[in-house]
């Protein structure tokens, strides 16, 4: 079934936060019903900056048009390698020069095996064999039905253009148009966007497993109440996606959000801080660095009724009793692994007032070498943010931003502070 994509920023500011800035980018279609993909992936791709040209087999034009693909890219699209709009009639080498990197989405088992066989007998098989393959690399996302992906001479054939050096973005799991269920669906039009900027993305944290927890917690009442916070995790999500960029592995603790899980992360969803402490304490044994932007919950009822608290006929209030909730960065902060060097704990404090004061004792308290500060009520739930970075030297306050460049900004700069015991 399809996915639906997170949430994006303004269009505008989209494109000049993006790692496809500036990328002019060939974008292939071949055979498939998965085209109607490729039409929603073209807007994505021009609204973060980059420039599309459109090159579609003639199977691809069975299933969407020219017109559209173009109207879409802003530019003529390329069927033919008789095309004589270039001057030299050799779309073939004009078009695969000019471009950063070739993608084909959706590539079709028929056009995977012509990759693997070297043939060139259209103008976009012709294009991939005539670029530049140190220069253009060639990303395919394959789409088809589940017995073609895995019939062995497909798999065969993947194998083979990868060893020849193309990269290979993997394919989605679930219904399919046939009818049929399984592998073989082209990844969503925002998770191939997602690859894309990736590829470019230097990878300052290649090899690394990153541990991320983010949203609210939910504390409950009785069973159909609770106490929580305004924490949307949009900041958190947006870390956990620029650490995958920047080559990590990354592992995201999530408390109750409604947000689509970053393509390449792992998820584990949680409600309450000590479920958040418990999956977050498990994954630690095995991290690199710990991102702590969760906004957890600092108390908890001391007991939880066990059916809804109904209003009392004389009107008195119900009388609550609350205990205090784990520390989670804390108790992760003074670990043996953390206090050893193997773990790198970056702490975040959601403060009201008086951010430098607050949270720069938060730091020493927690035992962090780095804590992110931002004021919390201006930032809940928004796409942008303005965060304060903490550490023994001092602070130093980043320009407002959304929270998708705070988030690049801020991985780059944990890569560039990881100890070289983790280095």
Same mark, same amino acid.
């Given at each position: 079934m399809t996915t639906a994509a997170p949430a994006l920023t303004d269009p505008?500011?989209?494109?000049?936060?993006?790692?496809?800035?500036?990328?002019? $980018?060939?974008?292939?279609l071949t055979g498939g019903v998965a085209c109607y993909k490729a039409a929603e992936l073209c807007r994505l791709l021009i609204k973060a900056g980059a420039s599309v040209q459109v090159v579609m087999t003639e199977a691809a034009c069975e299933f969407i048009t020219p017109v559209t693909m173009q109207a879409l890219s802003g530019r003529a699209v390329y069927c033919s390698q008789w095309d004589a709009r270039q001057p030299n009639n050799m779309a073939h080498i004009n078009l695969s020069r000019e471009a950063d990197a070739m993608l084909l989405a959706p590539c079709s088992a028929d056009f995977i095996a012509r990759l693997a066989q070297g043939r060139a007998d259209e103008l976009l098989s012709l294009m991939c064999l005539a670029r530049p393959i140190e220069r253009v690399p060639l990303l395919v996302a394959p789409a088809m039905n589940r017995e073609m992906w895995l019939h062995p001479s497909t798999q065969r054939n993947l194998a083979q253009i990868a060893q020849d050096g193309a990269l290979l973005l993997g394919v989605g799991h679930g219904e399919q148009a046939c009818g049929e269920y399984g592998e073989g669906r082209m990844l969503e039009p925002w998770q191939l966007l997602q690859e894309l900027a990736a590829h470019f993305t230097p990878?300052? $944290?290649?090899g690394r497993r990153v541990l991320v927890t983010a949203g609210p917690t939910f504390e409950a009442i009785d069973p159909v109440r609770g106490l929580t916070n305004r924490s949307s995790g949009k900041m958190g999500y947006a870390i956990a996606q620029a650490a995958w960029e920047a080559g990590a592995q990354v592992t995201l603790v999530s408390g109750p959000v409604a947000l689509q899980t970053p393509h390449g992360v792992s998820r584990i969803d949680?409600?309450? #801080? @000590?479920?958040?402490? !418990?999956?977050?304490?498990?994954? #630690?044994?095995? #991290? !690199?660095?710990?991102? &702590?932007?969760? &906004?957890?919950? !600092?108390?908890?009822?001391a007991e939880v009724a066990e059916q809804k608290i109904k209003k009392r006929a004389d009107g008195a209030m119900p009388a609550l009793q609350f205990t205090e909730n784990p520390d989670i960065l804390a108790t992760i902060a003074r670990s043996d692994r953390a206090r050893q060097g193997l773990l790198y704990c970056v702490g975040? &404090?959601?403060?009201?007032?008086?951010?430098l004061a607050y949270a720069s004792a938060k730091r020493q308290r927690k035992g962090v070498p780095l804590l992110v500060g931002n004021i919390g009520p201006n930032t809940f739930g928004q796409d942008d943010n303005t965060i304060t970075?903490?550490?023994?030297?001092?602070?130093?306050?980043?320009?407002?931003?959304?929270? @998708?460049?705070? #988030? @690049?900004?801020?991985?780059?700069e944990i890569a560039r502070r990881l100890p070289r015991a983790i280095q």
């Open positions: 505008a500011a989209l494109a000049h936060e993006s790692s496809l800035h500036g990328k002019h $980018l060939l974008l292939g990878k300052a $944290l290649a949680v409600q309450s #801080a @000590r479920q958040m402490l !418990d999956a977050a304490a498990a994954q #630690a044994q095995t #991290a !690199d660095v710990f991102i &702590a932007t969760a &906004a957890v919950a !600092d108390w908890r009822p975040f &404090a959601a403060e009201s007032e008086d951010l970075l903490f550490d023994e030297h001092g602070h130093q306050r980043l320009p407002t931003a959304s929270k @998708r460049v705070l #988030a @690049r900004q801020l991985v780059q």
